[in-house]
């Protein structure tokens, strides 16, 4: 077995992925999750022999360090996610996605034992986009949102924190996920456009035009990992956003996928001119640097997506367990 990876958010939409990842090469996992969202996601991993969960608060010490023993790395996922749900607790998203990530990476700098970190930023770092072209890891942040805001906060606290020379930390810049997940979500826009189609509603797109890139919520965890085992060297105290460029898509895009897939979903194109978030993005880097490609596209992702509703395996998709807020 592999050293011991820790976690954070292991529960989550991309951290049930994740864990699942690591055990079938060989880690042992601790995950750690407060499971504001339920633990259901986990039901399939809980008797893994090398898996190990551990319930607790980020913001709490004690339970930051029980989760820290006998931890090799650690992937920090844990956080408020998306721009609503931050919006709507922002006392929270600060105190967990700033005050929280801070001490659990303050605490693994000191102990000897952690080697690699790993930290879950987001493209929506980059805001809205100046011109046509791409925006990369060398472009400046313009965050519009509490959310990105705490992740640029977090990222510059991480890239530019003095480390001893044997602790690796790393920010990756995920593209807008979307796919099937133990712990599935349908507020995010793939999943969502999928399901409304998919049970015969009519769907409802604002703002058509404006550009995002989109990536597997499989490939975002592949990449976890996929930097986690790369050269220290390559990704000391270094950022890589996670996707593909050709996974660029305008939302009207998107619904032209959908189209082909299912020929007579009803879609209806409400206009508005501004958006605060419009970007497109230009993953060169980590497939040049650390050789990192992703397998699964946005047409992938409406097929899985409307397969399982049409087999009726969600039982209720219109369900808030569905969703972050």
């Known amino acids: 077995m592999h050293e011991r990876v820790l976690v954070t958010g292991a529960a989550g939409y991309i951290g049930s992925v994740l864990v699942r990842i690591l055990l079938g090469k060989g880690y042992r996992v601790k995950g750690f999750d407060n499971l504001s969202f339920g633990g259901e996601a986990l039901i399939g991993v809980y008797n893994h022999p090398g898996f190990e969960f551990v319930k607790g608060d980020i913001r709490n010490d004690e339970d930051l360090r029980n989760a ?20 709507k607790q922002p006392e929270l998203a600060t105190d967990i996605n700033w005050h929280g990530a801070r001490k659990l990476y303050d605490l693994c700098c000191e102990t000897r034992g952690i080697k690699r970190f790993i930290f879950a930023s987001t493209c929506s770092n980059y ?17 519009v949102s509490l959310y990105a805001e705490l992740k640029v906060k977090f990222e510059q606290y991480l890239l530019q924190s003095k480390t001893r020379p ?3 930390p790393t920010a990756l810049r995920f593209a807008t996920v979307y796919g099937l997940s133990p712990r599935l ?18 769907l409802e797109i604002f703002g058509e035009q404006f550009w995002r890139p989109y990536c597997h919520v499989e490939d975002l965890a592949r990449g976890c990992v996929h930097v986690l085992e790369s050269d220290p060297a390559a990704v000391d105290h270094n950022v890589f956003g996670v996707g593909d460029t050709r996974e660029n898509y305008q939302k009207a895009m998107i619904a032209e996928e959908l189209l082909k ?13 501004e958006d605060p978030r419009d970007y497109r993005v230009d993953f060169s880097k980590i497939r040049n640097e ?36």
């Open 68 to 87: 820290l023993e006998g931890v090799g790395a650690v992937v920090h996922l844990a956080a408020i996610v998306g721009d609503p749900a931050c919006a």
């Open 127 to 143: 805001g809205k986009m100046p011109g046509e072209g791409y925006l990369n890891e060398e472009s400046p942040l313009k965050p």
């Open 166 to 168: 044997d602790f690796i």
């Open 185 to 202: 979500r349908f507020d995010l826009t793939v999943n969502e456009f999928t399901r409304e189609v998919a049970l015969g509603k009519e």
């Open 261 to 273: 897939v299912i020929p007579d979903a009803r879609i209806r194109y409400v206009s508005r001119s």
């Open 290 to 325: 650390l050789g990192f490609e992703i397998t699964r596209t946005v047409p992938d992702g409406i097929r899985e997506i409307y397969r399982i509703l049409k087999d009726g395996i969600i039982s209720e998709p219109y369900s808030k367990a569905y969703q972050n807020i």
